[in-house]
Nanobody, 116 residues
Framework: QVHLVESGGGLVQAGGSLRLSCAASETIFSFNAMGWYRQAPGKKRELVAAISTGGDTTNYADSVKGRFTISRDNAKNTVYLQMNSLKPEDTAVYYC?????????WGQGTQVTVSS
């Protein structure tokens, strides 16, 4: 069973920054890709950013392009989401996920709240 442990959420003012971390319980090379989804109250869960584990391919939601950066540290089995220029509409629970080809794993979620 794979475990994903997220950290780094919190309360920040608009224009501020946060960095989310997602530590996997096994080598990230066992996954096809990892990334972050978010879900705001009353809204569907949406993909924020993803990164391949075998290369440097990244994918971002249009709403976060130019503000968020996803990266990984292979030695630490950790994926990061650097969030800059945060907006109130970024407020949501952020979930880390890992795509292991035929099964997906999810973290418990971390709350990000951006005040105006």
């Amino acid at each position: 069973q794979v475990h994903l442990v997220e950290s780094g959420g919190g309360l920040v003012q608009a224009g501020g920054s946060l960095r989310l971390s997602c530590a996997a319980s096994e080598t990230i090379f066992s996954f096809n890709a990892m990334g972050w989804y978010r879900q705001a109250p009353g809204k569907k869960r949406e993909l924020v950013a993803a990164i391949s584990t075998g290369g440097d391919t990244t994918n971002y939601a249009d709403s976060v392009k130019g503000r968020f950066t996803i990266s990984r540290d292979n030695a630490k089995n950790t994926v990061y989401l650097q969030m800059n220029s945060l907006k109130p509409e970024d407020t949501a629970v952020y979930y880390c996920y890992a795509d292991q080809y035929i099964v997906d794993y999810w973290g418990q979620g971390t709350q990000v709240t951006v005040s105006s």
